[in-house]
């Protein structure tokens, strides 16, 4: 009996220790939103296609927490890309997390409809300041000078070309850093546009931070994290420092 015991101990030590060995294997799958439906390279079913290939245990998309047992196709639309909503629906087989942030004064509620335009809230106070920057000359008058149209024409011409591979690979990413930059030097031209640099920023930052507790909260498991062009730089800059990852960068879109 005690050689019994002795040997189950031993079986689990090896058992969980192979489970902490094995590196947890992750995908930043860079989506492009609506332009999913224009650009031959990188379509809706490309999309799909790679993440089956891929083969996940889990799937983590740019959806609220909150909303993820969501149903009412009304408030998906308004609130949420159609690449994520397509993906929420699809793989059923396959257990999803929601890893999108809409502000901290709507965590664990539901987002009013009009959400979009209620100017009390953190979002809807940064959009204020945002169309009060775009309408602000000094501002208008550097932003010309700046080569930030540029990058972002450099930028929109890869959305509507490029396949999910060459935006992994390509320059998209140095682009929004660069691009991020030069907006940050602008916006520093008056204080009071501070806020929405701080908003915005504080929300790329969430959304990377929250995929990066689902890789801690799910070691060994393959999972796939989807997230709009623009935030996957920053998901790149986070979790590379990570240990014990193994980050997947070929795609198979076929």
Do not use: C, W
Request: aromatic share 10%; hydrophobic share 40%.
């Amino acid at each position: 009996m005690k050689k019994y015991f002795q040997l189950t101990a031993l079986f689990l030590f090896f058992s969980v220790s192979l489970v902490f060995a094995q590196k947890t294997q992750v995908m930043l799958l860079p989506t492009i939103h609506n332009a999913h439906d224009t650009n031959a390279n990188y379509t809706y079913q490309k999309m799909l296609n790679i993440i089956k290939n891929f083969k996940p245990d889990l799937i983590a998309i740019e959806i609220r927490p909150e909303d993820m047992s969501q149903t009412d196709s009304l408030y998906l639309y308004t609130f949420y890309r159609p690449d994520m909503i397509l993906v929420k629906n699809k793989f059923p087989n396959i257990p999803k997390v929601g890893i999108d942030f809409q502000g901290i004064d709507m965590v664990g509620k539901t987002l009013p409809m009009n959400y979009r335009k209620d100017t009390t809230t953190a979002n809807g106070k940064a959009g204020l300041i945002n169309r009060a920057l775009n309408r602000d000359p000094v501002f208008v008058a550097a932003y010309k000078g700046s080569g930030v149209a540029e990058l972002e024409k450099k930028r929109l011409a890869l959305i509507a070309t490029a396949s999910a591979q060459e935006l992994i690979d390509g320059p998209f990413d140095s682009y929004s850093n660069l691009m991020a930059e030069k907006m940050d030097s602008l916006r520093a031209l008056k204080p009071a546009y501070a806020q929405f640099q701080i908003s915005s920023a504080f929300r790329d930052q969430k959304l990377a931070d929250n995929v990066k507790e689902v890789i801690l909260n799910n070691p060994g498991k393959r999972i796939i994290a989807l997230s709009g062009v623009n935030h996957h730089g920053l998901y790149v800059q986070v979790m590379s420092k990570m240990k014990g990852v193994q980050f997947i960068n070929k795609v198979n879109d076929r």
